[in-house]
């Protein structure tokens, strides 16, 4: 009997030496190797660990590709607080600008969208879902600026959001802004401006 409880306790003390050492092991991995444990845990579909790393590899490195790992990770979930954090740091960025010319390149024109406006986009959406409409607004017309209007941005992602909730009070506060920019929107951009005023006035 003594034996046994010798092999046993050989036996139980191993399998503790084993769990201890992959948890040394994990803990370094982690801590030394976030880029590694971001890609790992995106390939296993483990998403919010995802943007874990990606943050932490951008605070390390400000390398502006993990941030926006984060943030598209984020939008995929419909992570609304994701979304808007790393989004907002994504756009922040001082590379924002040439990261989106690199993207853009891989979009079709018929998509009409650029990557710069479907995340200024997706950041102001986020807002709206996290109740907090009158700030989704007025970011979405801070990105925009006071003379363009391209297709497909940030105050059109807000309208026809709050289109689709019948939110009337978002709505006129969307036309509001957009009749006092009115008269300064760029000529190239009046028709698609025209038709989106509109479209949010038809409501």
């Known amino acids: 009997m003594r034996v046994d409880k010798i092999i046993l ?11 201890i050492l992959f948890l ?3 803990t370094a991995l982690v801590c030394v190797y976030p880029q590694t444990m971001m890609k790992m845990t995106y390939d296993l ?4 660990a995802s943007v874990w790393f990606a943050e932490i590899s951008y605070d390390r490195s400000h390398e502006i590709n993990y941030i926006a790992h984060a943030a598209e990770v984020a939008i995929g979930q419909h992570d609304y607080k994701k979304i808007d954090s790393c989004g907002e740091r994504l756009i922040k960025d001082d590379e924002f600008a040439a990261f989106c010319a690199k993207k853009n390149e891989n979009i079709p024109q018929s998509a009409e969208m650029t990557y710069e406006q479907y995340v200024y986009g997706q950041v102001c959406i986020a807002k709206y879902e996290r109740a ?3 700030e989704a607004v007025e ?3 801070a990105l ?4 363009a209007f391209p297709k497909n941005n940030a105050v059109v992602a807000v309208l026809i959001t709050a289109l689709q909730n019948k939110d009337a009070a978002t709505v006129n506060l969307v036309i509001e802004k957009m009749e006092r920019m009115q008269a ?5 951009d009046k028709a698609y401006f ?3 005023l509109a479209l949010a006035k038809g409501q």
């Open 9 to 19: 306790r050989a036996f139980l003390t191993t399998l503790a030496s084993i769990a």
């Open 24 to 26: 040394f092991m994990l």
């Open 45 to 48: 579909g483990m998403n919010d």
């Open 132 to 134: 907090h409409a009158t």
């Open 139 to 141: 970011r979405a017309f």
């Open 144 to 147: 925009v600026g006071d003379s």
């Open 184 to 188: 300064n929107v760029n000529e190239g």
């Open 194 to 196: 025209d038709k989106i």
